[in-house]
Structure formats: structure tokens, C-alpha cells
């Protein structure tokens, strides 16, 4: 089954302290991205990446960081720099190409909590 | 002004109505537009994407006016199990699509038995 994996799906934390979300896909993605989502609120783009070894800041991308070393993966670090961390987490992927109809799909979340 | 707007609801519709939703866009530039569906405390899933001409799947109907940069769901004879929070969805980046999407902040719709 090709699809997007996230883990955990729930993770707690202590302030202070860095953690890393794992992000995994098998449908063969250049383009993947990393959003969270509050409660009331719609998706917010932390960081997105079109090819292996490079990746964009998105809106929010102060206090997180990314690596994308594999196509298949893309893990998110929320450092201890990020002031609001306690957020639900999604990964996405999708194909990449010019100008075009272009979906995202979306692995099924990390709930963070930061107390 | 917002990027996408949508009336966040909710609306409480009877089983077996008609229910439409609108959402607005700032950028005239934007390309791609999708419906997505979030349910509580998952992820969004990818309901339907929405072309110039208009679109259908079975008991959804997107609409599309980019003069008056506004996108619309219909949702005919309604299910229980359509209640869910609607997302509207707008590339407005330069890349087609890579630089991501801008999310409405969701239209929650309750299907009353």
C-alpha cells in the first residue's frame, strides 16, 4: 500500500527539549512539506522540500528545522526555540511540476504536547 | 485581507438536503483550487479538486468563478456521514504547486439525522 506514515501519533514533551517527527512516504513524491494545524485554525506551512538535499522556509518556519537526505523522508525537529510547539503536526507530499493541478496528500498527523 | 476566506459555520443541515459552501481568494493569480475534508482529529483527505469549467463527483459539485475570485462546494442529498469540516484549498505560489497550499480555516457542516 503506498501511502504517508507519521510518528508517533501522540508525543509529549518537556520545555526545554528538541524533538523530532518522522515523515515517510512510498508514493514515489519529489515534493513534501510540513504543516500544523491549532485548534480553529487552518494549516500553516513550516517548511517545504522539491528535491532530495534542498528544502524552503514556509510561513513559520522559525523554531523548527528540516533535513531531507532521502526522498522518502523528511523529518521536522520543533527546537526549544519554538515559543508555541503544542500543535498538531502534518506531513504531506505531492508530485512536482510547473504550473499545473497539483495535490497534496496527507499523512494522518503528530499530536504535540510541550508542557 | 485573508488569503482564503470561508464562513467557518457550523451549519446544521437535515439528512437528505442540499448544502452549498463558498470560499473566497485574495490572489488572482492563484492556479489550483481543491476541496478537502477533515474530519475530527485526523488529517485533511483530498475530496476534489476544482477546474475552470466546473467539476462533479457523484453528489459533489465544485464551481469555480475567478472573476469574482470565489470557489463553491454542493453537496446534494446529504449523509450523515458527510459531517466534517470542508477545507478550502489555493495554490497562490509561483511553483505549481511546491511551495504549498494556502488552507482556508475550514467550513464545519453537521448532518442531522
Known amino acids: 500500500d503506498g501511502g504517508i506514515t507519521q510518528s508517533p501519533k501522540y508525543l509529549f514533551r518537556k520545555e526545554g527539549q528538541n524533538v523530532t517527527l518522522s515523515c515517510e512516504q512510498n508514493?514515489?513524491?519529489?515534493?513534501m512539506y510540513w504543516y500544523r494545524q491549532d485548534p480553529g485554525q487552518g494549516l500553516r506551512l513550516i517548511y517545504y522540500s522539491q528535491i532530495v538535499n534542498d528544502f524552503q522556509k514556509g510561513d513559520i518556519a522559525e523554531g523548527y528545522s528540516v533535513s531531507r537526505e532521502k526522498k522518502e523522508s523528511f523529518p521536522l525537529t520543533v527546537t526549544s526555540a519554538q515559543k508555541n510547539p503544542t500543535a498538531f503536526y502534518l506531513c504531506?507530499?505531492?508530485?512536482?511540476?510547473?504550473?499545473?493541478?497539483?495535490?497534496?496528500?496527507f499523512g494522518p498527523g503528530t499530536r504535540l504536547t510541550v508542557t | 485581507r485573508k488569503e482564503v476566506e470561508q464562513d467557518p459555520g457550523p451549519f446544521n443541515v437535515p439528512e437528505g438536503a442540499t448544502v452549498a459552501f463558498n470560499c473566497t481568494y485574495s490572489?488572482?493569480?492563484?492556479?489550483?483550487f481543491f476541496w478537502y475534508r477533515q474530519d475530527c482529529r485526523k488529517e485533511p483527505k483530498l475530496l476534489m479538486s476544482v477546474y475552470s469549467s466546473g467539476n462533479e463527483d457523484g453528489r459533489f459539485t465544485a464551481q469555480l468563478n475567478r472573476a469574482s475570485q470565489y470557489i463553491s462546494l454542493l453537496i446534494r442529498d446529504s449523509k450523515l456521514s458527510d459531517s466534517a469540516t470542508y477545507l478550502c484549498v489555493v495554490n497562490v505560489g509561483s511553483g505549481g504547486g511546491a511551495d504549498g497550499l494556502t488552507f482556508g480555516k475550514g467550513t464545519h457542516l453537521i448532518i442531522q439525522p
Open positions: 508514493l514515489n513524491h519529489d515534493a
Open positions: 504531506a507530499s505531492s508530485i512536482f511540476g510547473p504550473i499545473r493541478m497539483v495535490e497534496q496528500y
Open positions: 490572489n488572482s493569480a492563484s492556479q489550483s
